[in-house]
């Protein structure tokens, strides 16, 4: 399959859209960098206030699962504009995010104008997850006989599910490598759009307006859809976790109280996966 960046420039607007609901958590630098954003970019997209329990959930889950493995390099594709990596950076991590250039060179200048200082050991890359030559950009900055764990939220929902096969034998290879794991929250089987369609009615019709890529055809059935797709590539799922486990930490519910029935089980239908790749595996790629 022949990959060209220009097919996948008009996903980065999808960026803003989760960047805004960030504002409404506890999450640091989020309002900060919404401001820049805000600034700078063409934020002429719909926006709202309640996707930020969801946004807010699969990024503590996530951090939640990094801080369980206490794996220390870090890749995070399409990281668009979360303060996960500076934040992580800062921990001591060493801490990498892959994404396409125009958000890549954007979040570097807001990084810069909202941060005192930018740890070293953050490192923000142009490039494409469908891309191998763009993840063997990445092996400069990790050591290669420590694991890795590779993170994204919010990319696979876009891609056919041959763009998906494409990165995720990416990322087989990389751990194939170094060991670790890979941590997502874009394997949702499809009863979570029907609940995300309830609770945010127009949410997904916008979305669809901003980027063609957001067909429910290229959606996982299932779990076993998730298990067997996955698993035929070299992976094996290790753990499933429900957005809902992270309720009690949730300041955009339980301080700003953004919360009704249709967002609970918005909470109870999403899912983070983590994977690895099979202990006894053949090199499928």
């Not at 060179?105 to 930018?118: F, R």
């Not at 890979?182 to 029907?194: A, E, M, N, V, Y």
Request: aromatic content about 10%; hydrophobic content about 35%; overall charge negative.
């Amino acid at each position: 399959m022949e990959i060209n960046d220009n097919d996948y420039k008009e996903l980065s607007p999808t960026a803003i859209v989760t960047s805004y609901p960030r504002i409404f958590t506890d999450i640091p630098y989020e309002k900060n960098i919404y401001n820049w954003l805000e600034s700078h970019c063409n934020t002429e997209v719909s926006l709202y206030k309640n996707l930020a329990p969801e946004i807010e959930a699969r990024y503590k889950l996530i951090n939640n699962l990094l801080d369980k493995y206490n794996i220390k390099q870090i890749l995070e594709l399409a990281a668009g504009y979360c303060s996960r990596g500076l934040i992580y950076a800062k921990k001591g991590y060493m801490y990498v995010e892959l994404d396409l250039e125009n958000v890549s060179n954007n979040k570097k200048e807001l990084l810069h104008s909202i941060a005192l200082d930018i740890p070293n050991n953050l490192n923000i890359i142009s490039g494409n997850a469908l891309k191998k030559e763009d993840f063997e950009k990445v092996e400069n900055y990790f050591h290669a006989d420590e694991e890795v764990a590779v993170i994204n939220e919010g990319l696979l929902r876009y891609l056919t599910f041959e763009e998906k096969r494409i990165v995720a034998k990416n990322i087989y290879k990389m751990l194939s490598k170094h060991g670790g794991v890979w941590i997502t929250s874009d394997l949702t089987p499809k009863k979570f759009i029907k609940s995300q369609n309830d609770a945010l009615p127009d949410f997904n019709k916008n979305v669809s307006n901003i980027t063609s890529r957001n067909n429910l055809n290229d959606r996982f059935e299932d779990i076993n859809h998730v298990k067997e797709f996955f698993g035929d590539i070299g992976f094996e799922v290790l753990e499933i976790h429900k957005f809902n486990e992270v309720k009690d930490e949730l300041y955009s519910i339980n301080t700003l109280k953004i919360i009704d029935d249709k967002m609970e089980k918005i909470l109870e239908d999403a899912i983070v996966v983590v994977l690895k790749v099979e202990t006894e595996g053949k090199y499928k790629i």
